[in-house]
């Protein structure tokens, strides 16, 4: 498992990463979400034993990175894909990986295989596309077979069928049981990926929490209901009692309503109970990327401005 306690950051005036706290579990993919400069890259240099942290810890199975031995075994990382001399070949970078690390050459081969450089292994590195230089950066983590694995943005410069590649590739790991931290911008990818998220802004802590409840609003349930006698049902709701808190009944476009603080079971109980009719009665989930602006709404430090263009007659 990696734990992050009280992990700060200093740079001058400027906390980069500020007294943050969360666990990374084995058994899961955890994206690791937010805005540029919110401290993600920071952290995981801190986990990686790349910068030395201001105060607090962060640990890989129980121990700092540096005290591993031997290091790749234990963890693989892909934290800037560009951090290869350009002279040599692919081939040749990763066997000084292994020969540092005790493991044996013939997993050079095997890795090369695994991510699909092929023949391009012979070449120096300097001729790499952005999405070859990261082919080669995941081999490098998965050289040592380690248990633990970081990834920093590691669909950059992929294509379609690369990124296919990549989501199965950490799925099966988790899978596994292998514990993987992944940080992305994507948030399509991360929904499709991702068990749990850890959502950061301004180097804090803003959301940990299972993708299911992130979706779901970390609480905040939503409901879609279609009644005939919508406007008695909207006063059953608003009016009902007992209940803790009252719900709030939004009109949609739709002309369905959404019931926010209640669940499905609930408001379909109340309906049955008076006798009220439903013909459509769902939990509603937000998608990632909706979740993910609302809870970081407060932490980007620049925003764009300028109307939204104007596809098919309309304003997207």
Do not use: C
């Not at 023949?119 to 082919?135: E, H, I």
């Amino acid at each position: 498992m990696i734990s992050v306690q009280g992990l700060t950051k200093r740079y001058g005036d400027v906390r980069a990463v500020d007294d943050l706290t969360f666990d990374v579990e084995p058994g899961k993919v955890t994206g690791f979400l937010g805005p540029n400069g919110a401290g993600k890259s920071t952290t995981m240099r801190m986990m990686m034993g790349l910068d030395r942290p201001t105060a607090g810890t962060a640990t890989i199975s129980g121990r700092r990175y540096v005290d591993l031995s031997p290091p790749l075994r234990e963890v693989g990382a892909l934290l800037d894909a560009g951090a290869v001399h350009p002279g040599r070949t692919g081939r040749a970078h990763l066997r000084i990986g292994a020969r540092t690390n005790g493991i044996p050459l013939w997993r050079v081969e095997e890795v090369i295989d695994q991510v699909g450089l092929g023949s391009a292994a012979g070449r120096r590195v300097k001729g790499y596309s952005l999405g070859m230089r990261q082919r080669l950066g995941i081999a490098g983590a998965l050289l040592g077979d380690p248990r633990v694995l970081l990834f920093d943005e590691p669909v950059n410069g992929l294509d379609l069928d690369g990124v296919r590649w990549i989501r199965a590739l950490l799925r099966g790991f988790a899978d596994e049981g292998r514990t993987v931290l992944v940080s992305s911008h994507l948030m399509s990818e991360m929904q499709l990926v991702a068990d749990r998220v850890v959502v950061i802004g301004r180097g804090r802590l803003i959301a940990d929490a299972d993708i299911d409840e992130v979706l779901q609003g970390l609480g905040g349930r939503r409901v879609r209901v279609r009644s005939p006698r919508a406007a008695d049902l909207h006063r059953a709701l608003t009016d009902r009692p007992g209940g803790p808190g009252r719900p709030e009944v939004e009109r949609t476009g739709s002309g369905e309503p959404d019931v926010s603080g209640l669940g499905a079971t609930e408001v379909g109980d109340l309906a049955h109970a008076l006798g009220l009719p439903v013909h459509h009665l769902a939990d509603v989930e937000q998608s990632l990327e909706d979740a993910y602006l609302t809870l970081t709404r407060d932490s980007v430090e620049h925003h764009g401005h300028g109307e939204q263009p104007v596809v098919n007659g309309a304003r997207r």
